[in-house]
């Protein structure tokens, strides 16, 4: 099977027991490393491979993901790649969405559709798959949203000059929405992001799954859980010229305005290619028997012969 062209890097903390996004890739057969703290390598090493675990130098720095981020994009410079994947730890299957019905991939397509995709262009820092609950199958999408954030399936350009960083409010780190600060840092740069919606990811609601951020960044279970205001105030301060906040069921909220990267970032084209242009992978429906998954019977997608376009 073909598998991406660039490393996956798959970075968790406390999730050895559930371990989300570890068994869907698993059960796509794409390879992949996940990456984790000194402390916690033998219970990852006791349900995973320890050729796919990557140990961290640090532990428990407080800062939530964004160290790792960080490093893992290191990692794949050494390692000589142009670009590398980073994936959320509570990623529930990938879907291709088909015909008004979502389907579960088996098989390493979507993140080779989003890569060939992007190296058509030779301006797109980030691209990733959109979460499967914003894709109603009732509903026409593009093939893709552009200049918009791209989230917990990401692939990223090496070279950039930009970097994961952990936000300030009140003189304290807020190593919050990670995901939209480097994202607006990267369209404020002049770059493009692809957010694709022929395939998306299952997400775990935050706060819903043991680990992760659930308890080192949002403290859940403290008295210091309710930090809604530094979570918004924090991106705020770093880009006020494009978030606002409003306050909603007595809870803050931040509102990103995308349009003017929308209007002014331009995808460039690498000389000898044409858009829109027919992709060549085909892909094969697999009718399954199981009655807990909600996409209906046909669940699975591999390699064969079902055509798509990339428009």
């Not at 703290?37 to 428990?60: C, G, H, T």
């Not at 990267?186 to 692809?194: E, H, Q, S």
Request: aromatic letters at 12%.
């Amino acid at each position: 099977m073909q598998q991406p062209r660039w490393p996956i890097y798959v970075i968790s903390k406390g999730r050895w027991e559930n371990r989300l996004t570890s068994k869907t890739l698993e059960y796509m057969g794409v390879n992949y490393r996940i990456v984790v703290e000194p402390q916690e390598y033998d219970k990852y090493a006791a349900v995973i491979d320890p050729k796919k675990i990557l140990v961290l130098p640090f532990s428990n720095l407080g800062l939530g993901s964004i160290p790792v981020r960080n490093w893992v994009w290191e990692h794949s410079i050494n390692e000589g790649h142009e670009r590398h994947w980073v994936l959320d730890d509570n990623i529930n299957h990938i879907f291709r969405l088909h015909d008004n019905t979502k389907l579960r991939v088996k098989s390493a397509v979507p993140f080779r559709v989003c890569e060939d995709y992007t190296d058509r262009f030779t301006n797109v820092a980030m691209a990733g798959l959109n979460y499967q609950f914003f894709l109603p199958v009732y509903v026409e999408r593009p093939v893709a949203y552009y200049n918009t954030r791209v989230y917990s399936c990401i692939l990223i350009k090496n070279d950039l000059k930009h970097r994961w960083r952990v936000l300030e409010w009140e003189g304290k780190p807020a190593p919050f929405n990670e995901d939209t600060d480097l994202s607006l840092q990267v369209l404020k740069g002049g770059y493009c992001t692809i957010l694709l919606n022929q395939f998306a990811i299952g997400k775990a609601a935050t706060l819903t799954t043991k680990g992760g951020n659930t308890g080192e960044v949002y403290k859940k279970g403290s008295a210091e859980f309710d930090n809604r205001y530094a979570f918004t105030a924090s991106l705020h301060k770093a880009h006020p010229d494009v978030v606002t906040m409003s306050k909603k069921h007595g809870r803050h909220h931040h509102h990103v305005n995308y349009d003017r990267f929308i209007i002014n970032n331009k995808l460039q084209l690498k000389p000898g290619i044409t858009w829109p242009e027919e992709y060549p992978t085909k892909l094969k429906l697999v009718r399954l028997h199981d009655p807990d998954n909600p996409t209906g019977p046909y669940t699975d997608a591999s390699l064969d012969d079902v055509r798509m376009e990339l428009e």
